[in-house]
Antibody, heavy 126, light 110 residues
Framework: QVTLRESGPALVKPTQTLTLTCTFSGFSLTTSGMCVSWIRQPPGKALEWVARVDWDGDKYYNASLKARLTISKDTSKYQVVLTMTNMDPEDTATYYC??????????????????WGPGTRVTVSS | QSVLTQPPSASATPGQRVTISCSGTSSSIGRNTVNWFQQLPGTAPKLLIFKNNQRPSGVPDRFSGSKSGTSASLAISGLQSEDEADYYCAAWDDSLKGWVFGGGTKLTVL
């Protein structure tokens, strides 16, 4: 049974650094084809992909946020950590982590998000 | 502004068929498969369609997806009240080297 759960502060001040942790179970990030992405959703707005880390260590970032982001994995803890620096009120959103499963042996390096965490709400305010 | 374009709203009566469009670019939908998600109020998105037209286990066959060129569509037949939700399309963009989402379509069952 695959599960993911996000954790982190509910409130951060502008200019601070946000650290979010995705703790997952039911799969390993050492298995070929397993990836985890972060996706966020501002209140009342659309989904926005933030970052992805793959089983082989490859990392991808939203180009508009890349300078502020770091994604990392701790395979022994079954965790993926996202840090975002210089937080702004426009970063207020629900942050989701999701498993992104791909099939590199079939030439599929994109895949799809099959399992999502419930999300964690982050408010940026002084 | 989202990279993939969806109509902001759609509506139909119970039992009817509704389609939701998703328009992309040559580097996104034109080169990669499309996924669709359903988001009920206050909940996380749920995978509805993957790889253009594949349904995960448990998703009713009332939901179907298709893709042609740089556009994709989600069709829902036999509309039910519980289908009232927000629907999002998503695809990988080779130029941006990242996932892009549509702006979402709010489906109302009249």
């Amino acid at each position: 049974q695959v599960t993911l759960r996000e954790s982190g502060p509910a409130l951060v001040k502008p200019t601070q650094t946000l650290t979010l942790t995705c703790t997952f179970s039911g799969f390993s990030l050492t298995t070929s084809g397993m990836c985890v992405s972060w996706i966020r959703q501002p209140p009342g707005k659309a989904l926005e992909w933030v970052a992805r880390v793959d089983w082989d260590g490859d990392k991808y970032y939203n180009a508009s946020l890349k300078a502020r982001l770091t994604i990392s994995k701790d395979t022994s803890k079954y965790q993926v950590v996202l840090t975002m620096t210089n937080m702004d009120p426009e970063d207020t959103a629900t942050y989701y982590c999701a498993r992104n499963i791909i099939a590199p042996s079939d030439g599929d390096f994109v895949g799809y998000f099959d399992y999502w965490g419930p999300g964690t709400r982050v408010t940026v305010s002084s | 502004q989202s990279v993939l374009t969806q109509p902001p709203s759609a509506s139909a009566t119970p039992g009817q068929r509704v389609t939701i469009s998703c328009s992309g670019t040559s580097s996104s939908i034109g080169r990669n498969t499309v996924n669709w998600f359903q988001q009920l109020p206050g909940t996380a998105p749920k995978l509805l369609i993957f790889k253009n037209n594949q349904r995960p286990s448990g998703v009713p066959d009332r939901f179907s997806g298709s893709k042609s060129g740089t556009s994709a569509s989600l069709a829902i037949s036999g509309l039910q009240s519980e289908d009232e939700a927000d629907y999002y399309c998503a695809a990988w963009d080779d130029s941006l080297k990242g996932w892009v989402f549509g702006g979402g379509t709010k489906l109302t069952v009249l």
